[in-house]
């Protein structure tokens, strides 16, 4: 028997409609909307129509960039086309953007304050007011902090949620906990930041430089379905004579565009480009040149300790914007037969072993080659499914018909606990062959690909902290809350980020029912709505009580988001809450009284060059969307091989923090739970994944009705493992693990792997009838993780499963 059946059902329209009475034509219900609401009456024809056309910057984090016109008449909206951005090539959308008017308007949202009246997780609630509202979390927060502290309260925001301003003004003001984005989307670049010093890859260029790439290799990233906007790239790339090469253990709409698919096991990622890193040395399939001019390889190494050679001196790390301790390292150098510091070498030897000071040292790039010796192009192929010619071949087309990129997605490999090996791998493989700063060569996740980068883009300043303020120490991260001591007692959530950073839902069910307090600020009726005692109603990126919005800058543009709509039934702005709840501690004078004194702020105190001169007033005649003359666009001047953030300004490709773990070079390790040798293998033989669709960003969107029409929600599985299990296709099939389970209608596909399942990412509750996907999904982070700059990651796709039918 599986572990708690999991999370079903949803908000009731019961549960919502509770007192109705007292709503009268107002039809206020966050489960659905009454007969008297116009707003979702379909949109009329008008002789004399008065129309706007509003510029509004979409989805913040998925990478596409695109900014939408809107137009609205007569005070409602009723299209969605792309704005050009200054660049033809950006006059794309995706159908998150087609689907915004349905989702704006969306029975789903939440019209009023509400107040939990049934048991926490039953939705149960009343209308209130605003001041009652503010009234209870002002209490609850107070409360718990003269109870237990001024770290028992803990508020965090969603991506999406941080789209209103970028700020999260309170915990700052009433001493409480919080963090930013955490736990998701950065494993591989966790494992690539110490040796480029850059968040998400060495990729300065966008993807329409790919055009002069000759090798492409894709890294589960499903970009035809996630960054629509920006796919065709790749056609062009393809077109100028560039291979495409797509990896990922599902067939892909991207790998239906591919020259080549490479379909590793799932979770093995880290084996197959280990085999290729072997082969690439072991062929001499490197850049000796480069190595030695841009690279640590010459740097000694004591070989009994593993240490580097050299002292240490204070540095400011550029990620963690603070003086660390930092090694100025030493190499041989041929001409005086002796050890020297890195800088002052005439003549460094990138390999060999030698003596100093009684010791044996070796070069990086001596123990590089012991370390990786057993991992040949044989092994790889036993471990990933990959066949030993196809790992050689691509091997040497990315080290040898260059210019090559490496363009990785956040899901797949960077959803198992060993993604940070991956990331070590691919870093290393980009600096012996040299493979970045230079026109059609890079690594990471492309700026434009759906990748988190921005291009080119300016930078703004926070808004000021008054002096004596500052939030509490935040010791345990947010996902790890419900399984390891902390003193959270009350927690506040914009967005629904319980159910979006976390896996094991059960888990994170019974954690939040164990609160004192759970207050939740939210467009829609999401997950964790079920679970709060208090909910506000916020506004939608297209709804503003000011003309003007939120200030935000990508790809050679600044972007300054203009009111499309008022604020809908009750609906207030992000800042507006804020300010709302800090008045109730005198703190709302510390915070910018509007969107436009904000952008003012950072436009005026700016210090990046390409915007200087940049006014609110020139961004409002712009129409909220300016191109920046200084922005150099890499695209059209190409690029040099760029001096590093790095302590020596050069790739520093051992990793000595990581000794303890066995890490300082990338060593193979199987993932947590997903592997064939897991004795848990026997019981869940399935590998299940979980991946971003073109219907929705994560959760968000969930609530669009032609999504549902046209795609549903089904699980997919291999021919071979459905026939063995007796279910066909349209089956309504159980998954399950000792962490909970879930049904779903059974999609029996070829373009998924023997051995694994796969699933589009979570939807909100409610339109998961036989219960959430995450309940079943891993939340355990390996203990080498927590070290990582982006602390550590959840494996979600790290979970093994069985599947019968319902």
């Given at each position: 028997?599986?572990?708690?059946?999991?999370?079903?059902?949803?908000?009731?329209?019961?549960?919502?409609?509770?007192?109705?009475?007292?709503?009268?034509?107002?039809?206020?219900?966050?489960?659905?909307?009454?007969?008297?609401?116009?707003?979702?009456?379909?949109?009329?024809?008008?002789?004399?129509?008065?129309?706007?056309?509003?510029?509004?910057?979409?989805?913040?984090?998925?990478?596409?960039?695109?900014?939408?016109?809107?137009?609205?008449?007569?005070?409602?909206?009723?299209?969605?086309?792309?704005?050009?951005?200054?660049?033809?090539?950006?006059?794309?959308?995706?159908?998150?953007?087609?689907?915004?008017?349905?989702?704006?308007?969306?029975?789903?949202?939440?019209?009023?304050?509400?107040?939990?009246?049934?048991?926490?997780?039953?939705?149960?609630?009343?209308?209130?007011?605003?001041?009652?509202?503010?009234?209870?979390?002002?209490?609850?927060?107070?409360?718990?902090?003269?109870?237990?502290?001024?770290?028992?309260?803990?508020?965090?925001?969603?991506?999406?949620?941080?789209?209103?301003?970028?700020?999260?003004?309170?915990?700052?003001?009433?001493?409480?906990?919080?963090?930013?984005?955490?736990?998701?989307?950065?494993?591989?670049?966790?494992?690539?930041?110490?040796?480029?010093?850059?968040?998400?890859?060495?990729?300065?260029?966008?993807?329409?430089?790919?055009?002069?790439?000759?090798?492409?290799?894709?890294?589960?990233?499903?970009?035809?379905?996630?960054?629509?906007?920006?796919?065709?790239?790749?056609?062009?790339?393809?077109?100028?004579?560039?291979?495409?090469?797509?990896?990922?253990?599902?067939?892909?709409?991207?790998?239906?565009?591919?020259?080549?698919?490479?379909?590793?096991?799932?979770?093995?990622?880290?084996?197959?480009?280990?085999?290729?890193?072997?082969?690439?040395?072991?062929?001499?399939?490197?850049?000796?040149?480069?190595?030695?001019?841009?690279?640590?390889?010459?740097?000694?190494?004591?070989?009994?300790?593993?240490?580097?050679?050299?002292?240490?001196?204070?540095?400011?790390?550029?990620?963690?914007?603070?003086?660390?301790?930092?090694?100025?390292?030493?190499?041989?150098?041929?001409?005086?037969?002796?050890?020297?510091?890195?800088?002052?070498?005439?003549?460094?030897?990138?390999?060999?072993?030698?003596?100093?000071?009684?010791?044996?040292?070796?070069?990086?790039?001596?123990?590089?080659?012991?370390?990786?010796?057993?991992?040949?192009?044989?092994?790889?192929?036993?471990?990933?499914?990959?066949?030993?010619?196809?790992?050689?071949?691509?091997?040497?087309?990315?080290?040898?018909?260059?210019?090559?990129?490496?363009?990785?997605?956040?899901?797949?490999?960077?959803?198992?606990?060993?993604?940070?090996?991956?990331?070590?791998?691919?870093?290393?493989?980009?600096?012996?062959?040299?493979?970045?700063?230079?026109?059609?060569?890079?690594?990471?996740?492309?700026?434009?690909?759906?990748?988190?980068?921005?291009?080119?883009?300016?930078?703004?300043?926070?808004?000021?902290?008054?002096?004596?303020?500052?939030?509490?120490?935040?010791?345990?991260?947010?996902?790890?809350?419900?399984?390891?001591?902390?003193?959270?007692?009350?927690?506040?959530?914009?967005?629904?980020?319980?159910?979006?950073?976390?896996?094991?839902?059960?888990?994170?069910?019974?954690?939040?029912?164990?609160?004192?307090?759970?207050?939740?600020?939210?467009?829609?009726?999401?997950?964790?709505?079920?679970?709060?005692?208090?909910?506000?109603?916020?506004?939608?990126?297209?709804?503003?009580?000011?003309?003007?919005?939120?200030?935000?800058?990508?790809?050679?543009?600044?972007?300054?988001?203009?009111?499309?709509?008022?604020?809908?039934?009750?609906?207030?702005?992000?800042?507006?809450?804020?300010?709302?709840?800090?008045?109730?501690?005198?703190?709302?004078?510390?915070?910018?009284?509007?969107?436009?004194?904000?952008?003012?702020?950072?436009?005026?105190?700016?210090?990046?060059?390409?915007?200087?001169?940049?006014?609110?007033?020139?961004?409002?005649?712009?129409?909220?969307?300016?191109?920046?003359?200084?922005?150099?666009?890499?695209?059209?001047?190409?690029?040099?091989?760029?001096?590093?953030?790095?302590?020596t300004g050069r790739a520093e490709l051992y990793y000595e923090s990581l000794i303890e773990f066995n890490q300082a070079f990338p060593q193979f390790e199987e993932p947590s739970e997903a592997y064939a040798d897991n004795p848990l293998a026997e019981k869940y033989p399935l590998i299940f994944l979980t991946g971003k669709t073109r219907f929705r960003n994560h959760s968000y969107m969930s609530n669009t009705p032609w999504f549902h029409q046209m795609y549903g929600e089904p699980l997919m599985l291999n021919p071979v493992d459905a026939s063995s299990r007796g279910l066909k296709d349209g089956d309504t099939v159980r998954v399950f693990n000792d962490r909970g389970e879930f049904t779903a209608m059974l999609q029996v596909d070829e373009s998924i792997r023997p051995g694994s399942a796969y699933m589009a990412e979570e939807r909100f509750l409610q339109y998961s009838p036989g219960g959430l996907m995450q309940n079943v999904t891993n939340s355990t982070c390996v203990p080498r993780s927590y070290t990582g700059t982006?602390?550590?990651?959840?494996?979600?796709?790290?979970?093994?499963?069985?599947?019968?039918?319902?």
């Amino acid at each position: 028997m599986s572990g708690g059946k999991g999370l079903r059902g949803g908000i009731t329209r019961r549960g919502f409609m509770k007192g109705a009475a007292a709503v009268g034509a107002l039809g206020v219900a966050a489960g659905g909307m009454t007969a008297t609401s116009n707003w979702l009456a379909p949109a009329k024809a008008y002789a004399e129509a008065e129309e706007t056309v509003c510029s509004v910057p979409h989805l913040v984090h998925c990478g596409g960039g695109c900014t939408l016109d809107c137009t609205v008449r007569n005070g409602r909206m009723v299209s969605v086309q792309p704005h050009s951005l200054y660049d033809e090539r950006n006059r794309k959308q995706c159908l998150r953007a087609v689907g915004e008017i349905s989702n704006t308007y969306s029975v789903d949202r939440i019209q009023t304050p509400l107040r939990r009246v049934g048991e926490r997780g039953e939705g149960e609630f009343e209308q209130i007011s605003w001041d009652e509202a503010i009234d209870a979390i002002a209490t609850a927060f107070k409360e718990a902090q003269e109870t237990y502290g001024k770290d028992a309260v803990f508020i965090k925001k969603t991506i999406e949620a941080l789209n209103s301003h970028g700020f999260n003004f309170i915990p700052t003001y009433i001493g409480c906990q919080t963090e930013a984005l955490s736990g998701i989307d950065r494993n591989i670049a966790n494992g690539f930041i110490p040796a480029f010093m850059q968040p998400h890859g060495l990729a300065a260029d966008s993807v329409w430089a790919w055009e002069d790439s000759k090798t492409i290799i894709n890294i589960a990233h499903n970009h035809a379905e996630t960054a629509i906007p920006w796919f065709e790239s790749v056609a062009l790339a393809r077109e100028a004579g560039a291979k495409f090469i797509d990896i990922d253990p599902r067939f892909s709409p991207t790998a239906g565009k591919a020259d080549q698919w490479i379909a590793p096991i799932p979770g093995q990622d880290p084996a197959l480009f280990l085999g290729v890193l072997n082969a690439m040395v072991e062929n001499g399939w490197y850049d000796e040149e480069f190595m030695l001019a841009h690279t640590s390889m010459a740097n000694l190494i004591d070989a009994e300790t593993g240490a580097l050679l050299g002292e240490m001196e204070q540095w400011m790390h550029p990620m963690a914007q603070k003086e660390v301790p930092a090694r100025v390292p030493m190499v041989w150098d041929a001409t005086a037969n002796a050890a020297v510091v890195y800088s002052a070498a005439s003549a460094p030897a990138l390999e060999g072993e030698f003596t100093v000071d009684g010791k044996k040292v070796v070069t990086q790039f001596t123990l590089l080659k012991q370390q990786i010796a057993d991992y040949t192009p044989e092994w790889a192929a036993e471990k990933s499914g990959v066949d030993e010619q196809v790992i050689i071949d691509l091997a040497d087309r990315y080290a040898n018909a260059g210019p090559a990129v490496i363009n990785w997605g956040m899901g797949g490999p960077d959803k198992f606990a060993l993604g940070d090996i991956l990331g070590h791998t691919l870093a290393i493989m980009a600096a012996i062959t040299g493979n970045y700063g230079k026109r059609g060569a890079g690594i990471g996740a492309y700026p434009g690909g759906g990748g988190m980068n921005s291009g080119i883009a300016a930078t703004f300043p926070a808004w000021p902290t008054a002096e004596g303020f500052k939030p509490a120490a935040h010791p345990v991260p947010f996902f790890d809350m419900p399984v390891k001591e902390n003193n959270v007692h009350a927690v506040m959530f914009f967005g629904d980020v319980p159910f979006l950073q976390r896996g094991n839902a059960n888990e994170t069910a019974e954690w939040l029912k164990g609160l004192d307090f759970v207050a939740v600020a939210e467009i829609y009726n999401s997950t964790v709505v079920s679970y709060a005692d208090i909910v506000l109603p916020s506004t939608s990126r297209f709804e503003c009580s000011e003309d003007w919005k939120a200030l935000r800058s990508l790809f050679g543009n600044v972007l300054l988001q203009q009111k499309a709509l008022e604020p809908m039934f009750e609906a207030k702005d992000d800042l507006e809450i804020e300010r709302l709840i800090l008045a109730k501690w005198d703190c709302d004078q510390y915070l910018p009284e509007t969107y436009e004194e904000l952008a003012r702020f950072q436009l005026s105190k700016s210090q990046d060059k390409k915007i200087e001169g940049l006014t609110f007033e020139k961004l409002v005649e712009a129409g909220g969307v300016y191109h920046m003359p200084a922005a150099v666009d890499p695209t059209v001047t190409g690029a040099t091989t760029p001096v590093l953030k790095t302590h020596t300004g050069r790739a520093e490709l051992y990793y000595e923090s990581l000794i303890e773990f066995n890490q300082a070079f990338p060593q193979f390790e199987e993932p947590s739970e997903a592997y064939a040798d897991n004795p848990l293998a026997e019981k869940y033989p399935l590998i299940f994944l979980t991946g971003k669709t073109r219907f929705r960003n994560h959760s968000y969107m969930s609530n669009t009705p032609w999504f549902h029409q046209m795609y549903g929600e089904p699980l997919m599985l291999n021919p071979v493992d459905a026939s063995s299990r007796g279910l066909k296709d349209g089956d309504t099939v159980r998954v399950f693990n000792d962490r909970g389970e879930f049904t779903a209608m059974l999609q029996v596909d070829e373009s998924i792997r023997p051995g694994s399942a796969y699933m589009a990412e979570e939807r909100f509750l409610q339109y998961s009838p036989g219960g959430l996907m995450q309940n079943v999904t891993n939340s355990t982070c390996v203990p080498r993780s927590y070290t990582g700059t982006h602390g550590a990651q959840v494996p979600f796709n790290d979970n093994l499963v069985e599947i019968q039918k319902a």
